[in-house]
């Protein structure tokens, strides 16, 4: 893998009670096992970019570019195959690796990619989680929390292990990598890492039993979509039972892509709703003009105003005209940046309607009907199981038509299958009983006032 000539500055182990003597060593050998040893490697490896006339980006430090705006190169894609090609054999020239060929697993990401799309998830890592808690064979669960849930630091119950809880939690973490529509409860139940109880282990317990039921749920990136940058932001007021502050819950799409997302307890109390939306509001437009900014050193052009999308009116008109001074006076200077971004154009501030609102997965439990409907719209079902996970485990979801081979079947066909909570009535049920409320109504208004048949069509409106 090369050397990395460095020099690196230490104390030995005294053996007297004489004060250690600070002493430098040059190693010209591969530092591993240091604490230097990443620094390192990251200053040799942007050595050996930049000899090869890589560019790195002054916006993400993990992104190197070479090339024209037509065609370019990155680490470690590109749209050019004869500049990669040139590039693994300039890399072979300077370290001994081998070529994996496409990517297709990554630091428990698996990786699919098709003609038309690429799916990222991680399956064979959740079911490393199910399997590490005795939970592969667990009952199944509908959302990942329950709605209006309220539990605090001071009503979690006896305590419990305190590293096993946050052991369950670092791995969940990271499972948000792939999965937005774990991120509020993930980051809920992590707020009693400190000091654990059984009640706080009941709702990680049910994200484990909602995640035994998707785990081929991942983020799917189409081809051919506008390149545009869409955000949404949205806050739940005062949430925290403890200190009553918000939840702020920002996702960004590029075309019909989701590339980013977060959600996070605002470090202030919001004194209302709106001030909790514009709270969020500020956080977004700080991502979106890096998201701009990212794209345009990308793409080599200026690119479009970012449209930010909220469901409050009244945090849209704060955005745009500062005459309510008297309303925000009291709100941090930091929040308001989100004006300059309007009033420069970098960030279009719009109204969505509740129902359209995506950032919602992101700030409050979910009922189940709209955990599907928005799931649905960020494309969060990934098109096959894993191997390995079909391998070990055999079904996800046992019975007549949720095997794997009807699930590979129905990805294949593009098919996207829901199944109904078990022990609940049928839909089909539910729509006819509606409609015979309203036809029993319909009779008794013509029967009421006497009125022939032919009047049949205008009992059914009134009714």
């Known amino acids: 893998m090369g050397s990395s000539p460095r020099r690196f500055t230490c104390s030995s182990r005294p053996v007297s009670p004489a004060p250690s003597t600070p002493t430098t060593f040059s190693s010209c050998t591969r530092p591993y096992g240091l604490r230097q040893a990443p620094r390192a490697w990251n200053a040799k490896i942007d050595d050996c970019l930049k000899s090869l006339a890589f560019e790195l980006c002054p916006l993400e430090h993990t992104l190197y570019r070479r090339g024209g705006c037509d065609n370019f190169l ?88 305190g590293t096993k809880y946050r052991s369950v939690i670092g ?84 075309g019909s892509s989701i590339i980013t997302w977060g959600s996070q307890k605002q470090k202030i109390v919001a004194q209302s709703s709106c001030e909790a939306e514009y709270i969020a509001a500020a956080t977004a437009a700080s991502q979106a003009v890096w998201l701009r900014r990212l794209l345009g050193a990308v793409l080599g052009k200026e690119p479009d105003r970012v449209k930010l999308c909220m469901d409050n009116l009244s945090a849209i008109a704060l955005c ?93 066909h593009g098919i996207k299958h829901f199944t109904t909570a078990p022990y609940s009535p049928q839909q089909n049920g539910v729509v006819e009983r509606r409609n015979q409320t309203v036809v029993e109504m319909a009779r008794s208004l013509l029967k009421s006032m006497g009125m022939p048949a032919v009047f049949w069509g205008e009992a059914m409106k009134r009714a």
């Open 74 to 161: 990155m680490i470690i894609t590109g749209s050019d195959v004869d500049a990669i090609a040139k590039f693994k054999e300039q890399m072979h020239g300077m370290f001994r690796i081998r070529d994996l060929g496409l990517l297709s697993y990554y630091l428990g990401i698996e990786v699919e990619q098709r003609d038309d799309h690429i799916t990222l998830s991680q399956a064979s890592y959740a079911l490393k989680i199910l399997e590490a808690e005795g939970m592969q064979d667990c009952n199944l669960y509908h959302t990942p929390m329950d709605t209006r849930l309220k539990v605090g630091k001071n009503n979690g119950g006896d305590a419990m292990d």
């Open 320 to 412: 745009k005209n500062p005459i309510f001074h008297d309303r925000i006076k009291h709100i941090d200077t930091r929040y308001h940046y989100i004006r300059e971004c309007v009033e420069e154009g970098k960030v279009e501030v719009v109204h969505v309607g509740t129902n359209d609102q995506m950032g919602d997965i992101l700030t409050k439990a979910l009922p189940r009907a709209n955990e599907t409907i928005v799931s649905i719209y960020l494309e969060l079902i990934s098109s096959s199981l894993s191997f390995l996970a079909r391998s070990r485990f055999g079904p996800i979801v046992r019975g007549k038509f949720n095997s794997n081979d009807f699930a590979a079947f129905c990805d294949e």
């Open 171 to 254: 791995s969940l973490r990271y499972l948000v990598n792939t999965r937005p529509g774990l991120a509020f409860a993930v980051g809920f139940a992590s707020r009693f890492i400190d000091a654990p109880g059984v009640h706080h282990w009941a709702l990680v317990n049910q994200i484990l039993r909602y995640l035994k039921g998707t785990v081929r749920y991942g983020c799917r990136y189409g081809s051919g979509s506008a390149q545009n940058i869409i955000g949404y932001s949205d806050s739940d007021h005062a949430d925290d039972v403890d200190d009553r502050k918000s939840t702020s819950g920002v996702i960004f799409f590029f």
